[in-house]
């Protein structure tokens, strides 16, 4: 069932929980987010970013259709999403195609530009009856593993001006997370995101989530995070799947091995991020990594029940 990001986000206001939002840049990730959200039983975001145009990856004229499709034919409620769309042109392409969320990201512009080029945005997506996500402040690090700028962490009253004055549907906040593998565990701002999630009456998504620790996932969707962006470790499992394969297979056997590996990858995150209020989720905060391992094991076995 296709829905906008709004719809879902009102689902994971009320069960205070998270939403998984996925880069789906071919049909093979696609299916594993799907399908990992219908065996959960949960809504799901697959997103397509600007940057698989620059990358070569997929255009988007060539994705949208494929992505609509999947999204209505699903059993569960998915939204198409635009992700770090950093030019307005490329966000009107993406409304004129369908998506039912777009994320414009004015975050390296001066501060005027990003408020004048958002609320341009909200305009356009109102239109289209779609939802609208944008940024203020910047995590350095480019989606797509790229150089960007210097982090600025998002000030909070910097947040509340942003969100008020550009009618926005969701707020992405720099609190420590980055796009891409993780050198070295992130520290996470917490005393911050408690003060933006005091301030902002929008649901609030966090950016570069794959790679978290466990126990941070769990203080961030308490303060806020409503939605949360995953692709790199997700990747990173279908490429190992793909390496495990024997040297005499075929191309459907590398599709199907990842695939099946990000569907494995997907369904471990969207079952976690839908269950803070279980007495297994707690344990995250003081678990080992095997012990980690475990409880993810375990939640997941009874979302199947």
Known sequence: ?????????????????????????????????????????MPVIIMHAQIHDEMN???????????????EKAAVPVCVHLDHGTDMSYVKRALDLGFTSVMYDGSELEREMNYANTSIVVEMARKHG??????????????????GGESVYTDPNDAKDFAEKTGIDALACAF??????????????????KKIGQMVSIPLVMHGGSGVNPADYIKS????????????????????????????????????????????????????????????????????SDEV???????????KK
Do not use: W
């Open 176 to 193: 420590g997370t980055a796009h891409g593998l993780y050198k070295k565990a992130p520290k996470l701002d917490f005393e911050r995101l």
């Open 1 to 41: 069932m296709l829905v906008s990001l709004k719809e879902i986000l009102k689902v994971a206001e009320a069960k205070k929980c998270a939403i998984g939002s996925f880069n789906t840049p071919n049909l093979a990730s696609m299916r594993a987010v799907i399908g990992a959200a219908e065996e959960q039983k």
């Open 293 to 303: 391992n475990e409880i993810v094991k375990r939640v997941i076995e009874s979302i």
């Open 57 to 71: 990856i997929c255009k988007i004229e060539e994705i949208a259709p494929i992505m609509l499709f999947m999204a």
């Open 221 to 288: 969707i308490k303060l806020g995070i409503r939605k949360i962006n995953c692709y790199t470790y997700m990747a990173k499992a279908g490429g190992t799947a793909v390496d495990a394969l024997k040297k005499d297979m075929l191309y459907h056997d590398i599709e199907l091995a990842a695939t099946a590996a990000m569907r494995e990858d997907a369904k471990k995150s969207i079952g976690f991020f839908s269950m803070p209020e279980s007495p297994e989720y707690a344990k995250y905060s003081s678990a080992s």
């Open 130 to 147: 779609a939802s609208v996500e944008a940024e203020i402040g910047s995590m350095g690090a480019r989606e797509g593993g790229g150089a």
